[in-house]
Each structure stands twice: as C-alpha cells, then as structure tokens.
C-alpha cells in the first residue's frame, strides 16, 4: 500500500507555518505513560510533535515516509529523525513509553500501525493519536474560513480527510479509551501569517495543480473585508481532537 504522499512539495513551507504543539501536551501524555525514557512519534513530519515531545520524553524518535519532510525537520538533541513507514519503526520490540501520531493517522494503513506499535510499546506504554480541525479566531472570521474550506477547495480534500473533520471519532481506535485533558493549539497570527498557514493544507495544493491559479488569492480578497488591518495578530485557535489507549489493557 503506497503513502498518500500529500505534502513533500510543500515541505519548506509545512516546516515553517504549521503551528506548534503546547507544551502541556508533551506533559499531560508523560504523566498518562508513566516513564519518559523514550517515545515514537510515527508520521512525524517536520517533527513538529517530536520537539514537543523532547520536553519531557530522554529520547525521541521521530519518523516519517517522505525524505523531503525530514529534510526541514526541526533538530533537537533528543531528537531523532529516521526514513519510515507505519508499519516499520526500527525499534526493539517494548522498548518505548509512548507512540504518537499527530495530525497523520489519518493517512496510515492503521491495522498495520496498530501491530508496530503494540510490538514496540513496554507493557501499560501508551497510544495516543491527535488531529486539529479547522482553525478559529472570530466569528466574522471563522464565516469566511469555513466558505473557503468547504466551498473553495472542499472538493480537492483527500477522503480520509473525513476523520480529521469527524475528529476521528471516525477513524477506528481497538483500545479502551483514557480520558485526558482537554487540549489546544493557540497562536498569534496577522492575516499573511494565516494565509500562509492555510498554503499548506492538501487541498489547496491540490486546488492549485487542477486549476492552474492561486486559490489563496480568492481567500485574501475575502478576509479583507472583515480583517481590514491585516498587520493586526489575533488569536488563532485550534481545539484538537485526542485517542488515547494502553494496547496491552
């Protein structure tokens, strides 16, 4: 089964505008795992989660299928970066303390997923697999956001899309359930800084080779309206949506 390879061309720019995980989640999942000696993020990205993680876990892997998304990888010392699918870590058999997938799982052969991370978690090691939906800043805003998300590009969104937008309630999770704590992404933006957030999202990509222009043109023009100083930061917000599991309970 190939990887839906949806972003190795916009590798510079998912490195640079995808916003960062607060570093409460990094401890919220500590605590839930119990141990902080080592932790894989699976379809890291440009380890994004993996720094995160780094604050509380020894040591991290972080892996990923796609060569150009590890090329603009953010370096930690904990950190380590390593060429693979789901279904492959390279690690020895219970030998971490948590697994994680953010914002990828969706993309996953999850069976295949499921048995590497069973292998490689010690026994009471922790699952947990996150998303983000559509950002939020303001109501006024937020009209315009979600015309340009389901009108504007909706078609051009992969279907597995569908559980992000579920809140992979969708997305099939074997395991009993723990509850955590509620938790966000929050961040400052001014209007390009949006703008360039929203570049990186698959469907625009996508938008942008079937229709030969630049969809985020149309979004720009929009946001005018109702962000007239896009100079002005406000606060963006996005809730995310956490499975989390101990596979040997």
Partial sequence: MPFADHFSTLSPEYARYRPRYPASLAAVLADAAGRRDQAWDCGTGSGQAAVMLAGEFS?????????QQLAHAEQHPRVTYRLGRESDSGL????????TAAQAAHWFDLPAFYREAERVLRPGGLLALWCYGLVSFSPEIDVVLSWFYDDRVGRHWPPERRHVDAGYE?????????????????ARLDREGLLRYVGTWSAVDRCRRAEG?????????????????GTEPRLARWPLS????????
């Fill in 59 to 67: 040591r991290v892997l972080g892996t990923d299928p796609s060569a």
């Fill in 170 to 186: 969708t997305l099939g999770f074997p395991y009993a359930r723990l509850p955590l704590p509620p938790q966000a992404i929050e």
């Fill in 92 to 99: 020895t058999g219970g030998s971490v303390d948590l697994v």
């Fill in 213 to 229: 222009r630049e969809p985020l043109i149309d979004l720009a023009e929009s946001l005018k309206t109702v962000w007239p100083d």
């Fill in 242 to 249: 956490i499975l989390a599991g101990r596979p040997d309970r």
